[in-house]
């Protein structure tokens, strides 16, 4: 695997997807004073990836949060399928819960073939969370409430994106050019 291009193309979905398309609003502060840290997890089992998370949930809590907000732990080699990707999130919770970090960190999912329940495969609106590589997010929940104070109606975010991705469609999501 090389780490450089994985990166690239993670940096490529943040830049022209996440912040671009302004999926997130709070991503653009952290990505453009240099907060987000990229990390490519060589693991090719799930126990393996269970260890490097440890590590960078452990990571994360002990950075300053000027030096680093947000984690974002891509793991090209190990649960590719999205159903067990989404079958792993519960051990990955009970991991933030066994390490006492549960109320001070948090961790959010993106995957190349994101489904939400209920949706057919090939909705765009899975597109908000689907990423060049399955992603594990590690966020600090105190810069959630401050983004959340920033911005009362936060709920809010996921109609807009429906609407935003919905505008963009197929053609416009390819057009972006990410890799795939």
Request: include cysteine; charged fraction near 25%.
């Amino acid at each position: 695997m090389n780490h450089e291009q994985i990166i690239s193309d993670t940096r490529d979905w943040v830049v022209k997807a996440v912040i671009g398309l302004n999926l997130c609003p709070f991503a653009k502060s952290v990505h453009v004073n240099d907060r987000i840290r990229y990390v490519v997890s060589d693991a090719t089992e799930p126990e393996q990836l269970l260890k490097d998370l440890a590590r960078e949930l452990l990571a994360l809590n002990r950075a300053d949060p000027e030096e680093v907000d947000t984690t974002l732990l891509i793991h090209p080699g190990v649960l590719t399928d999205f159903l067990d990707f989404n079958d792993f999130l519960d051990a990955a919770d009970a991991l933030v819960e066994e390490l006492k970090l549960d109320g001070v960190l948090q961790i959010a999912d993106f995957h190349p073939d994101y489904q939400f329940e209920g949706s057919a495969a090939d909705d765009i609106g899975n597109y908000s969370n689907r990423s060049p590589y399955p992603t594990l997010h590690l966020l600090r929940e105190d810069s959630i409430a401050l983004a959340v104070e920033s911005m009362p109606d936060t709920a809010s975010i996921y109609e807009t994106n429906l609407d935003t991705l919905a505008r963009l469609g197929a053609d416009g999501w390819a057009a972006l050019g990410l890799k795939r």
